[in-house]
């Protein structure tokens, strides 16, 4: 087991946060979040951007949850400008964790991030930390997404938007009348989605692309 040095973080530990076997560096990113050593926040936002282990990165959020927010959230923050995708991705993904609703102007930011996986994760995030009264602001935004991207990029947009209630309705309606078939049918499918939770979505979906590409729904 990984302790605890005096004047640094355990060296033997911040090795093994790079070590070549995944299983190696997934424990090393537990003792990190048993520890609670806030020497160690830099190294961990640090190793979130390259990591390629989905199971090793959400252990390196889950080490970040465990430091003062004081300190982990400027970093986070900062990733958020970053060239590398997963950096910014793992950051929104640890802001959502944390909970802070401060955070929710640079979240809002990158909801059309040009790269999926952060738009994907910004999405989460924003129906996460939308401050209360704000949720039409990014129903609206989030709207501006519909057909964009694999069946899944559209599933995940629909439950971020599900998950604002009401004020979704206003822009289902109008992305419901939109001259691009594509955007109709991901506005349907994600109505049927929020009157039909258990309903499934590509079923819908694929309905839906029918319906707006025949204008029947026989």
Same mark, same amino acid.
Request: proline share 5%.
């Given at each position: 087991? +990984? ?7 355990? $060296?033997?530990? #911040?090795? !093994?946060?790079?070590? &070549?076997? &995944? ?10 979040? =048993? ?12 190793? %979130?951007?390259?990591?390629?282990? +989905?199971?090793?990165? *959400?252990?390196? =959020?889950?080490?970040? %949850? ?15 400008? &970053? *060239?590398?995708?997963? $950096? ?18 640079? @979240?809002?930011?990158?909801?059309? *991030?040009?790269?999926?996986? @952060? ?26 997404? +519909? ?23 206003? #822009?289902? !309606?109008?992305? !419901? ?23 499934? +979505?590509?079923? /819908? ?8 590409? =025949?204008? =029947?729904? /026989?």
């Amino acid at each position: 087991m +990984f302790t605890t040095g005096y004047g640094e973080p355990d $060296a033997r530990l #911040v090795a !093994a946060l790079t070590a &070549s076997e &995944s299983s190696v560096r997934l424990r090393a990113a537990l003792a990190a979040g =048993t520890q609670k050593d806030a020497r160690l926040a830099e190294i961990l936002v640090d190793r %979130c951007a390259v990591e390629p282990d +989905f199971f090793v990165r *959400d252990m390196l =959020t889950w080490a970040l %949850c465990r430091l003062p927010a004081e300190i982990t959230l400027p970093m986070l923050l900062g990733e958020l400008d &970053s *060239d590398i995708a997963q $950096a910014r991705s793992q950051a929104l993904h640890t802001l959502s964790k944390i909970g802070d609703s401060s955070a929710w102007p640079r @979240v809002a930011a990158l909801l059309h *991030d040009a790269d999926e996986e @952060v738009a994907l994760s910004a999405w989460r995030a924003g129906a996460v930390l939308v401050p209360p009264g704000s949720e039409s602001v990014l129903a609206t935004e989030l709207a501006k997404e +519909f057909g964009r991207g694999s069946h899944s990029v559209q599933r995940s947009l629909s439950r971020a938007l599900a998950g604002l209630g009401e004020p979704v309705e206003p #822009v289902l !309606a109008t992305a !419901a009348a939109s001259a691009d078939p594509h955007i109709r049918a991901h506005a349907e499918a994600t109505g049927r989605l929020i009157s039909d939770p258990e309903s499934g +979505f590509t079923l /819908s979906l694929e309905f839906a692309k029918r319906v707006a590409a =025949t204008g =029947t729904d /026989s």
